[in-house]
């Protein structure tokens, strides 16, 4: 759990609010490949078995490995763009990785307005990755690494850093040009966020290695259950329907409140 201070109180941070993933299975994975990978085989038979202790454990430590590759690549694609250098790494999947920064950093004319960016709003916090130009638009960008698909929350995350950037670049900007319409106007147009997505890190290796995509989510495609779907082999059917950021931010700010109930007792 993060906190930030925000004046006389601590707030959470924006990852802290939001609802975890169902990992049992990826969990139950990490078990039984500690434990393959742990026998040791003399012929046909089998020489020696790993500690099934640590094979109960074995979730914990691939995610503490996880998490330090994450800080890892962010450091990377850091160091990268504020000094609009493209690295290298003898380790492939990271090379891959700088190749694939690279490549979307030029191909969208990205220019660095601020990374590692900290946020504190009066009821939750954040560090934004990067803020930036992107062809042209103020855009923030979430770097993730993983295998398969997005996670839902990390839409929700990235609307609530949104959402609170552009209300503290409004508030600042009130105070500081107060009288001065035109020079508020311009100020806030200038640096207000438009549009956001998350730039993804691939860990799992394809035909051309490891690859790295970006996603923008002010509108994207979900499925959903049909309301008046029918069953069909034990399934309900579902429909596409089209989800907006602000859908995302709804459901963020749900969670922010839910969590100031669950573990303070204070309604907002």
């Known amino acids: 759990?993060?906190?930030?201070?925000?004046?006389?109180?601590?707030?959470?941070?924006?990852?802290?609010?939001?609802?975890?993933?169902?990992?049992?299975?990826?969990?139950?994975?990490?078990?039984?490949?500690?434990?393959?990978?742990?026998?040791?085989?003399?012929?046909?038979?089998?020489?020696?078995?790993?500690?099934?202790?640590?094979?109960?454990?074995?979730?914990?430590?691939?995610?503490?490995?996880?998490?330090?590759?994450?800080?890892?690549?962010?450091?990377?694609?850091?160091?990268?763009?504020?000094?609009?250098?493209?690295?290298?790494?003898?380790?492939?999947?990271?090379?891959?990785?700088?190749?694939?920064?690279?490549?979307?950093?030029?191909?969208?004319?990205?220019?660095?307005?601020?990374?590692?960016?900290?946020?504190?709003?009066?009821?939750?916090?954040?560090?934004?990755?990067?803020v930036c130009l992107l062809d042209g638009v103020v855009t923030i960008v979430d770097f993730k690494t993983g295998k398969g698909s997005y996670y839902d929350s990390w839409k929700y995350q990235v609307s609530g850093y949104r959402a609170l950037w552009n209300k503290l670049v409004v508030a600042n900007s009130m105070a500081t040009f107060r009288g001065h319409r035109d020079k508020l106007i311009a100020y806030i147009d200038k640096r207000i966020i438009q549009t956001h997505g998350i730039l993804k890190f691939n860990k799992e290796k394809k035909t051309k290695g490891y690859s790295t995509n970006y996603k923008c989510f002010d509108e994207y495609k979900a499925t959903r259950p049909k309301v008046d779907g029918k069953r069909v082999n034990g399934k309900v059917e579902t429909e596409k329907y089209t989800r907006t950021w602000t859908d995302d931010l709804r459901v963020f700010n749900d969670l922010v409140r839910l969590w100031w109930s669950t573990n303070t007792g204070v309604e907002i």
Request: some cysteine.
């Open 1 to 130: 759990m993060r906190y930030y201070k925000n004046k006389d109180r601590f707030v959470p941070s924006g990852t802290s609010i939001l609802l975890k993933p169902y990992l049992a299975q990826w969990a139950s994975n990490c078990a039984v490949d500690y434990i393959k990978d742990g026998i040791e085989y003399c012929g046909n038979e089998v020489y020696e078995l790993p500690d099934f202790t640590k094979a109960r454990t074995a979730f914990k430590r691939e995610s503490m490995e996880a998490a330090d590759y994450g800080t890892y690549i962010h450091t990377m694609c850091q160091y990268s763009l504020e000094n609009d250098l493209e690295l290298e790494s003898p380790h492939e999947m990271t090379n891959d990785f700088m190749k694939g920064l690279w490549k979307w950093k030029e191909k969208h004319k990205v220019k660095v307005i601020c990374m590692e960016k900290e946020l504190v709003g009066e009821w939750y916090g954040g560090r934004l990755d990067l």
